[in-house]
């Protein structure tokens, strides 16, 4: 079946400090990848998606690369702001579902 | 601005009751999703539909049934709700017309007590 590991919070980082969030996933087939974002009492929100092999999803200053060899798509932004602050969630969509890692929280500290 | 709504956003309710959970969504949407959100466990897929007239059950599904009458709306009941059954409830919503790649849309969600 699918299934989506991302590493466990809650990570707290300073301002201007470089975030990394490991995400690695097992499916069948050829899955598209998602960063989704939740900000405090909000729904998620697509942050970035990548949908096939090698490519790199991009927005917000955040990127991640859909690595086939190693099974994974670590979401990464190389200057957080305290308004980064929010649970990131990993996601791959096979047939249109979606299934989702665990979510990490993420607080950024001015 | 086509959108997807969630009523009502907060729900408090008593064991043994039963409880509807609203869905709305502008976007003339084929596919849409509802969702439970509890900690440690991310999302989980409660039930799903791919059209008028089709359902279809997610992984955890057990208590839970919808309906699908028309293209914009999928109300989730719980038949007798549980204390296990406290969580936060997302809806979401695609177009299966992009054809692999759609992008899922979530609702505001509504946070549901059972006491």
């Known amino acids: 079946g699918n299934s989506v590991t991302q590493m466990e919070g809650p990570v707290t980082l300073s301002e201007e400090a470089f975030l990394t969030i490991n995400c690695t996933y097992t499916?069948?087939?050829?899955?598209?990848l998602f960063w989704y974002v939740q900000y405090p009492g909000e729904g998620l929100q697509l942050l970035l998606k990548?949908?096939?092999?090698?490519d790199k999803g991009s927005n917000k200053g955040f990127e991640a690369t859909y690595r086939k060899e190693t099974t994974s798509f670590h979401l990464e932004k190389g200057s957080v702001q305290v308004s980064d602050s929010a649970v990131y969630f990993c996601?791959?969509?096979?047939?249109?579902?979606?299934?989702f890692g665990a979510g990490t929280t993420v607080t950024v500290r001015a | 601005d086509a959108e997807i709504t969630q009523s009502p956003r907060h729900k408090i309710t008593e064991t043994g009751r039963q409880v509807t959970l609203a869905c709305h969504q502008t976007?003339?949407?084929?596919?849409m999703f509802w969702y439970r959100q509890d900690l440690g466990h991310g999302l989980r897929l409660i039930h799903y539909?791919?059209?008028?007239?089709?359902?279809n059950k997610g992984e955890v599904s057990d208590g839970y049934s919808v309906s699908r009458s028309n293209t914009e709306d999928l109300p989730l009941t719980l038949e007798s709700a549980a204390s296990s059954q406290t969580s936060v409830y997302f809806c979401?919503?695609?177009?299966?017309?992009?054809?692999?790649?759609?992008?899922?849309?979530f609702g505001p969600g509504t946070r549901l007590l059972v006491l």
């Open positions: 979401a919503s695609s177009d299966q017309r992009q054809g692999g790649q759609e992008t899922q849309y």
């Open positions: 990548a949908t096939k092999a090698d």
């Open positions: 539909s791919y059209g008028v007239q089709d359902t």
């Open positions: 976007w003339n949407h084929n596919n």
């Open positions: 499916a069948t087939g050829y899955p598209s």
């Open positions: 996601a791959l969509r096979n047939d249109y579902k979606l299934s």
